[in-house]
């Protein structure tokens, strides 16, 4: 079953304390995207990766930080410095270079307490 | 800097009434438009999309949308609701920008609600 998984659903964590969101994808996709949705506020563009080893800053990436060491897999590190972490992140993938349909993961809803 | 209005944020519709949610963008160059769905619980998922060709364009479930380029718009319409459309819509465009490579930008959503 081809599709792109994000884990945890929810996560709970204290205030000052990094946490990081896994994305996987088996679609064999080049490009991979980190969002945060906020109520009215749509999804907004944290980091995005075009290929392995390689990735850009998006419009939030501030307190933010990723990785791409694989192909499949473009965790999320929420730090201590982001000011308003609570929120829900989106991952998605697309075939190539985000001119291309991007596919989405069911999202991990993070409250920092 | 690209941008995306989408005009109603909050629409109720009662069951087999016609749908036209307003999706504006502020871009002059070639783009890529999409609207996308969030049904309550789900992922976000792709409606429809336009790149090229006949700019009226036809989706999943019975929805369409028209992109109008003297008008930089991209509005999705259903002739006739279900309960079950109850979800919020994201309309979405592609665009190139400065400095290289494309960028996707969201609108902010309608929360659509239709009532039995």
């Known amino acids: 079953d081809g599709g792109i998984t994000q884990s945890p659903k929810y996560l709970f964590r204290k205030e000052g304390q990094n946490v990081t969101l896994s994305c996987e994808q088996n679609l064999n996709h080049d490009a991979m995207y980190w969002y945060r949705q906020d109520p009215g506020q749509g999804l907004r563009l944290i980091y995005y990766?075009?290929?392995?080893?390689?990735?850009q800053k998006g419009d939030i990436a501030e307190g933010y930080s990723v990785s791409r060491e694989k192909k499949e897999s473009f965790p999320l590190t929420v730090t201590s410095a982001q000011k308003n972490p609570t929120a829900f992140y989106l991952c998605?993938?697309?075939?190539?270079?985000?001119?291309?349909?991007?596919?989405f993961g069911p999202g991990t809803r993070l409250t920092v307490l | 800097a690209q941008s995306v209005s989408q005009h109603n944020h909050h629409v109720i519709l009662s069951e087999a009434a016609s749908l036209e949610l307003g999706c504006n963008y502020s871009y002059g160059g070639t783009v890529n438009l999409f609207w996308y769905v969030q049904y309550p619980g789900q992922h976000l998922q792709l409606l429809l999309k336009y790149f090229s060709g006949d700019p009226l364009v036809k989706g999943i479930k019975g929805f369409e949308a028209e992109f109008i380029k003297s008008k930089f718009s991209f509005n999705l319409r259903k002739p006739s609701v279900q309960w079950s459309d109850t979800a919020e819509y994201f309309c979405a465009v592609n665009a190139r920008v400065t400095g290289g490579g494309n960028k996707l930008t969201f609108g902010t959503g309608t929360q659509l609600k239709v009532e039995l």
């Open positions: 998605a993938s697309s075939i190539r270079p985000p001119a291309d349909t991007q596919y």
């Open positions: 990766s075009q290929i392995v080893n390689d990735f």
